[in-house]
């Protein structure tokens, strides 16, 4: 009895292990593409087109294993790259995917091309096309190259001209350097009314227009740029925990309330790491103090004098009165 | 309820330390239990665990006060310190002044020391030093602000003012009402 139900054990066993071994090979009439750097296998083979028609338990369960063998070959091609050890001996196994091969599609619609600006019809209709400019010009005052326009241009800073000639036909009374500054005022205005304008027009008509924030214009003020500097930071999958950052800045990434909303510590925390930072604190206060006190020098130092004064008038009040007893 | 923040407890050491010095270890770091500070209603209270765990299920709005008030913090956020802390502040104090049997009663009325009604003086006293006053048995009746350094007192006239009147015992009868 015992041997048989031994026998049975033993067949039951290999029946197991046959059956595992038959799940990890799978056969296929057309060998599968592999995109590994995609994660991605293509399965040209037709499948039993007869099963896949209506819904059903049956059609689910083809799926399934269908899919269940089209991952068993991504799994093992995957096996087969070259892989190592990450951070030392005892961390993971790493396999490195190569580049991938399968373009894949786009995700959003692609842009349409923005309206031309009212300067770019005029220009297409006159023929006007752009002449490159160099960056550097020759200044022939300073005798040297110069950049076109901002810090140290050729021409001086407009700002510090001293002379300001007054054309004919201006009004003799008038004064020339507030009329250069009054017209400077205005072009910067009409400018970036235009881009405004411009970037209105392409908005209607429905083309993407990058949004203001991230769309660099170096008009930018300090509030906007340390805004998009602060939202960039927290755009990330732990949400700005683990950014670089720079020297000063806090560790904490910045609270969405704007740092209204006060935390403070749990009521019953860790009292005695509290205790540890209050005495911490204490000889951070005490180390502070200075260690001379001035005042008590100063009135350590007037005592001792006083002291010796009173000495010295009480040795002359006795040697007067001894003097006195002596006449009398 | 809740615990004081760094700046808080910053500032409600320096203004212990002024009166006490560096014993505030004492306080903190205590032998026979663990002791803290918590914040309530604007009220500094000095507590030990156990005290502060029962506390702790009390609801906010019914809970009046807890362990000793210290002090409270106004409303531009400056430390006052008041009366119940003498009990803590007078065994630790560096600074001393004993008033003459005399003008005690003066004091407790919430006047401030006149060099008439001063008895001793510790010695090395600065000006604007923290004190704590006591009468001539060794019985604490306040604290205040020395008006004058030790050695200024010798000097002065006596109606001259010595010690600046803070807090005295007086005040547990003059301002019941408004003490916790």
């Known amino acids: 009895m015992a041997a048989v139900r031994v026998e049975e054990v033993l067949a039951a066993a290999e029946e197991q292990e046959a059956e595992k071994r038959r799940s990890v090979v799978v056969e296929k009439e057309l060998e599968l593409e592999f995109d590994l750097g995609n994660l991605l296998a293509l399965d040209r083979n037709p499948p039993p087109a007869a099963a896949l028609r209506g819904a059903g338990p049956r059609r689910e369960a083809l799926l399934r294993a269908l899919a269940r063998d089209n991952t068993q070959l991504l799994v093992a091609q995957l096996w087969e790259l070259p892989a190592e050890r990450a951070g030392g001996a005892g961390g993971p196994l790493v396999a490195r995917l190569p580049e991938p091969t399968f373009r894949l599609p786009r995700e959003k619609p692609a842009p349409r091309p923005r309206p031309p600006t009212r300067w770019e019809q005029f220009a297409r209709l006159k023929g006007i096309r752009r002449r490159k400019k160099t960056s550097l010009v020759w200044d022939e005052q300073a005798k040297e190259w110069r950049r076109r326009w901002g810090y140290k241009r050729a021409g001086g800073d407009p700002a510090r001209a001293w002379l300001a000639e007054v054309p004919e036909n201006a009004d003799p009374e008038e004064d020339q350097f507030a009329r250069l500054r009054r017209e400077k005022r205005e072009r910067v205005a009409r400018n970036e009314f235009n881009r405004l304008r411009n970037l209105a027009r392409a908005h209607r008509a429905g083309t993407a227009v990058p949004a203001a924030p991230l769309h660099p214009t170096g008009h930018q003020s300090r509030e906007e740029l340390s805004h998009v500097s602060r939202v960039a930071r927290v755009s990330t999958a732990s949400l700005g925990r683990f950014q670089p950052r720079l020297p000063k800045e806090s560790a904490e990434p910045p609270s969405r309330s704007g740092g209204k909303k006060r935390r403070f510590e749990p009521l019953l925390g860790n009292l005695a790491a509290e205790r540890s930072r209050q005495l911490e604190m204490l000889r951070d206060i005490n180390s502070k103090k200075p260690v001379l006190d001035i005042t008590r020098a100063v009135n350590k130092q007037m005592r001792q004098e006083e002291a010796e004064a009173a000495a010295a008038k009480g040795k002359k009040k006795q040697s007067q009165r001894g003097k006195r007893g002596r006449r009398q | ?180």
């Open chain 2, 1 to 180: 309820m809740r615990p004081l923040t760094e700046a808080e407890t910053r500032t409600v050491f320096e203004k212990l330390s002024r009166y006490i010095g560096e014993n505030i270890q004492l306080l903190v770091d205590r032998p026979d239990g663990t002791y803290c500070f918590r914040l309530h209603r604007d009220r500094v209270y000095y507590l030990s665990e156990k005290l502060l765990k029962v506390a702790a299920s009390v609801p906010r709005d019914n809970l009046v006060a807890l362990g000793t008030c210290f002090g409270k913090f106004t409303k531009t956020q400056k430390f006052r310190l008041s009366i119940t802390a003498l009990d803590f502040l007078a065994p630790y104090a560096k600074y001393k002044v004993w008033v003459k049997p005399g003008s005690e009663q003066s004091f407790l009325y919430g006047n401030h020391v006149l060099k008439s009604g001063l008895g001793r003086i510790t010695e090395n006293t600065a000006q604007y030093q923290g004190v704590v006053v006591y009468s001539m048995a060794d019985v604490p009746l306040g604290f205040g602000v020395a008006a004058k350094s030790t050695q200024e007192c010798r000097k002065v006239d006596p109606m001259a003012i010595v010690v600046f009147h803070q807090a005295d015992v007086g005040e547990y009868v003059r301002n019941e009402d408004t003490l916790t």
